[in-house]
């Protein structure tokens, strides 16, 4: 039961969320099998919404939240209040699958339960545009230092073969002060445009502070990973600056091959760039342990 609320008011509550547009109340028997739902089934279209009496609950539910849902089932069964909402992947006709909250008590004598669902789809939608955001550079639009670490972490730790580069633009204070900040914005962004045009749509790009981005380079050995850093390299010199031919821009570039952890890896490709950049720039240096 949710509360301690009398036979009347249960029955009020009920009747006033069947007549909303987005929940969804059921009635199920001790087995999980409908004996009843509001007509907020149909207004949400979902998978049996002609004829849901004596159809099981699961039916509902994407098969990989079913043992979130038996779990609280079962618990409302033993006179628990369970864990509270829980979200959940819903199957509606069309086959989409849609993201609700549910949440299971008991019915009177413990006879059955009673299920609340409502939809939390724009809700789900905000929170993901506001992650994508968070992870997202908004100059250049590539993932950010946050996102970026997050991504070496993930492939260091599940053993993935692969390398990380760095690349710096040299001189990218003189390009701000000779050129502006608009002028510098161009040439990151020009910078993020040439290294979608010739990296793999395997590759994960980012720009992780100022002039310097970080590309992870899953599955590349060393000879593809110098290859396709040093064609950056090259193309990046064969541009002119900001539509000025009088300048042209160079990135210097440090090479690592993923190690056991995403510290390492990083270090050494710090310290390669570091080593691209003491040697003349405009260059690839690959770190010491490849």
Same mark, same amino acid.
């Given at each position: 039961?949710?509360?301690?609320?009398?036979?009347?008011?249960?029955?009020?509550?009920?009747?006033?969320?069947?007549?909303?547009?987005?929940?969804?109340?059921?009635?199920?028997?001790?087995?999980?099998?409908?004996?009843?739902?509001?007509?907020?089934?149909?207004?949400?279209?979902?998978?049996?919404?002609?004829?849901?009496?004596?159809?099981?609950?699961?039916?509902?539910?994407?098969?990989?939240?079913?043992?979130?849902?038996?779990?609280?089932?079962?618990?409302?069964?033993?006179?628990?209040?369970?864990?509270?909402? #829980?979200?959940?992947?819903?199957?509606?006709?069309?086959?989409?699958?849609?993201?609700?909250?549910?949440?299971?008590?008991?019915?009177?004598?413990?006879?059955?339960?009673?299920?609340?669902?409502?939809?939390?789809?724009?809700?789900?939608?905000?929170?993901?545009?506001?992650?994508? /955001?968070?992870?997202?550079?908004?100059?250049?639009?590539?993932?950010?230092?946050?996102?970026?670490?997050?991504?070496?972490?993930?492939?260091?730790?599940?053993?993935?073969?692969?390398?990380? /580069?760095?690349?710096?633009?040299?001189?990218?204070?003189?390009?701000?002060?000779?050129?502006?900040?608009?002028?510098?914005?161009?040439?990151? #962004?020009?910078?993020?445009?040439?290294?979608?045009?010739?990296?793999?749509?395997?590759?994960?790009?980012?720009?992780?502070?100022?002039?310097?981005?970080?590309?992870?380079?899953?599955?590349?050995?060393?000879?593809?990973?110098?290859?396709?850093?040093?064609?950056?390299?090259? /193309?990046?010199?064969?541009?002119?600056?900001?539509?000025?031919?009088?300048?042209?821009?160079?990135?210097?570039?440090?090479?690592?091959?993923?190690? #056991?952890?995403?510290?390492?890896?990083?270090?050494?490709?710090?310290?390669?760039?570091?080593?691209?950049?003491?040697?003349?720039?405009?260059?690839?240096?690959?770190?010491?342990?490849?």
């Amino acid at each position: 039961m949710w509360g301690t609320i009398s036979p009347g008011e249960c029955s009020a509550l009920y009747r006033l969320v069947a007549t909303s547009p987005t929940d969804l109340v059921v009635k199920t028997d001790r087995r999980g099998r409908i004996v009843h739902a509001t007509a907020g089934s149909s207004r949400l279209g979902m998978a049996f919404a002609g004829d849901p009496v004596g159809r099981h609950i699961l039916e509902l539910i994407d098969p990989s939240f079913a043992d979130i849902v038996i779990a609280e089932h079962s618990a409302a069964m033993a006179g628990s209040m369970g864990g509270g909402w #829980i979200e959940v992947l819903v199957v509606a006709q069309d086959g989409a699958e849609r993201w609700m909250e549910m949440k299971l008590g008991a019915l009177p004598e413990r006879n059955g339960a009673l299920c609340m669902m409502r939809s939390i789809e724009d809700r789900r939608s905000l929170e993901n545009r506001l992650f994508v /955001a968070a992870m997202t550079d908004p100059l250049t639009g590539l993932t950010n230092r946050a996102a970026f670490t997050r991504m070496l972490g993930h492939l260091v730790e599940s053993g993935a073969p692969g390398h990380l /580069a760095l690349f710096d633009l040299d001189h990218f204070r003189t390009i701000n002060l000779r050129h502006g900040h608009s002028g510098g914005d161009r040439v990151l #962004i020009a910078f993020a445009r040439l290294l979608r045009t010739l990296l793999r749509a395997d590759d994960i790009l980012s720009r992780i502070d100022g002039g310097t981005f970080g590309v992870l380079l899953p599955d590349a050995d060393q000879p593809r990973a110098i290859a396709a850093c040093q064609r950056v390299v090259e /193309a990046l010199g064969e541009m002119d600056g900001a539509g000025r031919t009088e300048h042209r821009f160079t990135a210097s570039g440090g090479i690592a091959p993923f190690h #056991i952890c995403a510290d390492t890896t990083l270090r050494e490709a710090e310290l390669a760039l570091l080593s691209a950049k003491s040697r003349g720039r405009a260059r690839i240096e690959q770190a010491r342990c490849a």
